[in-house]
């Protein structure tokens, strides 16, 4: 079973920062797809950027140059550094880990349980 936790969100105003992490534990988490998520009230989910195992990243046309994925394997954590934060940013931002199919073939996909971005303007 793998496990995700999120932290570092909050309350900022428009054009400041935040950094997200994600700790990840019970599997192999270099082995791990990584990403992050959002979803605002009346929304589907959306992908905001995510990182492969191998260090590849993509990010949604409406983050791109703000916003920043990395993993650091030593410590199983994934980060999103968020710059010049706009309020269209707010949401509830979710970690996701996708296991390799070699270490699961019945679950390959977990979630964590978000956490709040508010940005005022």
């Known amino acids: 079973q793998v496990q995700l936790v999120e932290s570092g969100g909050g309350l900022v105003q428009a054009g400041g920062s935040l950094r997200l992490s994600c700790a990840a534990s019970?599997?192999?988490?270099?082995?791990?797809?990584m990403g992050w998520y959002r979803q605002a009230p009346g929304n589907q989910r959306e992908l905001v950027a995510a990182?492969?195992?191998?260090?590849?990243?993509n990010y949604s046309d409406s983050v791109k140059g703000r916003f920043t994925i990395s993993r650091d394997n030593a410590k199983n954590t994934v980060y999103l550094q968020m710059n010049s934060l706009k309020p269209e940013d707010t949401a509830v931002y979710f970690c996701k880990a996708e296991v390799p199919p070699w270490w699961s073939s019945t679950r390959r996909h977990y979630w964590g349980q978000g956490t709040q971005v508010t940005v005022s303007s």
């Open positions: 990182i492969t195992s191998g260090g590849s990243t």
């Open positions: 019970g599997s192999i988490f270099r082995a791990n797809n």
